[in-house]
């Protein structure tokens, strides 16, 4: 055997392998072996048909494909071995040759390199956190709007009402849709259940009947009304709108949490807006750090790894809404080319951490992955012990720690870029 290899860009190499002539033979004769033990020969038992009439009976170039199937494999392996070459996933294998000598290129995905920046140069200043009064504001009126009793209004529906409809849904005198007693809140903008209907309510008394037609948009979820012109005939049958309380201590204490008057409350939602900003200003930052550190990195990774990132993608896109809504009416090729550049920025993401991990010698234990299932546990409730059995797996645990990692790695570059910051 005869090999050459030869890198190219995108962590590939191709191997060139050229069999010996007795390589050849021999793998003939195997496949010759084990083709006569399963194909009847006139004039012969079953086994025992000479190797030069199952070639006149199959044709040669039948006993050749048998005989590559097995060389290509084996001559691969062992060309693999003897260049050194860590292959992280299936070649592609083109036949140069094949009679009567056979030589053959494989192409193979190699581990990716990194090369990283420089990121203790990296100096990153934490923004300021601030709460304005107005914020606080806002959300007490949120909290006093959420605990507010809906009542019947005797007027005609305003945005903002919890109204009891009849709804029915016509083209030529054909129903698509009827819905009784349906309860529904007027919301300016509200896409369901067609862009538009929930305009259409405003201004409607208690009792009235109004028809008017909305085309449904093009890519709305259910196919067969898409695009399409309807007649709309709605009667309201009950108007309620929120009776709002009095923002006062008597409001404060009423919400069962321990608070004394209205200043405490007032109190807690400013802690609250806090700590939330400041975890979103952490985010920022942490967002801040990598991309800088991603931009002075050189990162070299072969496709396969952006295919399997795609996949990932994909299995993540079906158990959400986001990903249900991004891929209806698409073709999966369509679906996957739209997700190529997230994929590709996550995983020279995801290789500059891991690299950075590498560097600074950062590891998680298994503790540390047994108390963030407990962790996860604790905050699941009634399905914590349901998630500690999902933990008890490999892969699930595996998964955890690669996240772990990943946060571990990132906090150690925002502390580098932070220290360097005010020095």
Do not use: C
Request: glycine share 4%; no cysteine.
């Amino acid at each position: 055997m005869k090999v050459s290899s030869q890198r190219i860009e995108n962590s590939q190499v191709v191997l060139r392998v050229e069999a010996e002539p007795e390589e050849v033979e021999h793998s003939l004769e195997e496949a010759y072996r084990h083709l006569v033990k399963r194909i009847d020969v006139a004039g012969f038992r079953r086994g025992k048909a000479p190797r030069m009439m199952l070639e006149r009976y199959l044709g040669k170039e039948a006993l050749r494909e048998e005989a590559l199937e097995h060389l290509v494999p084996e001559l691969l392996s062992r060309a693999l071995e003897q260049e050194g070459i860590d292959a992280i996933a299936q070649p592609q294998i083109e036949i140069v040759e094949s009679d009567p000598g056979v030589v053959f290129q494989a192409t193979l995905p190699v581990r990716p390199t990194v090369e990283l920046g420089n990121y203790r140069e990296i100096s990153v200043a934490p923004e300021p956190v601030e709460v304005a009064e107005e914020e606080v504001e806002k959300a007490l009126e949120q909290i006093r709007y959420e605990h507010a009793p809906w009542q019947p209004a005797e007027r005609p529906i305003q945005f903002g009402d919890l109204v009891t409809i009849d709804i029915k849904v016509t083209q030529s005198d054909n129903t698509v849709l009827e819905r009784k007693d349906l309860q529904y809140q007027v919301l300016s903008e509200f896409p369901f259940p067609v862009p538009g209907f929930a305009e259409r309510l405003e201004g409607v008394e208690k009792g009235q009947q109004k028809e008017f037609s909305i085309s449904f948009p093009p890519d709305h979820e259910r196919r067969e009304l898409a695009g399409k012109e309807y007649l709309f005939t709605v009667t309201a049958s009950e108007v309620k709108e929120k009776k709002l309380p009095e923002l006062d201590d008597e409001f404060a204490k009423s919400l069962g949490q321990g608070f004394d008057d209205l200043e405490s409350l007032r109190q807690r939602v400013a802690s609250n807006l806090r700590a939330m900003a400041e975890e979103r200003a952490r985010k920022r930052l942490e967002e801040t750090v990598v991309e800088a550190l991603v931009e002075r990195s050189k990162v070299e990774f072969p496709p396969i790894l952006v295919e399997r990132e795609i996949d990932l993608l994909v299995k993540e896109g079906e158990k959400s809404v986001e990903g249900h809504l991004r891929s209806r009416g698409r073709s999966e090729e369509e679906l996957r080319e739209e997700l190529r550049p997230q994929a590709t920025k996550r995983l020279i993401r995801s290789l500059v951490l891991g690299k950075v991990a590498e560097e600074e010698k950062i590891e998680v234990t298994a503790a540390e992955v047994d108390e963030e299932v407990e962790a996860l546990a604790q905050g699941a409730g009634e399905r914590g012990e349901e998630l500690r059995r999902v933990f008890r797996s490999e892969e699930a645990r595996q998964s955890l720690e690669d996240l772990l990692l990943t946060r571990k790695t990132v906090r150690r570059l925002v502390e580098i870029a932070s220290a360097g910051e005010t020095k």
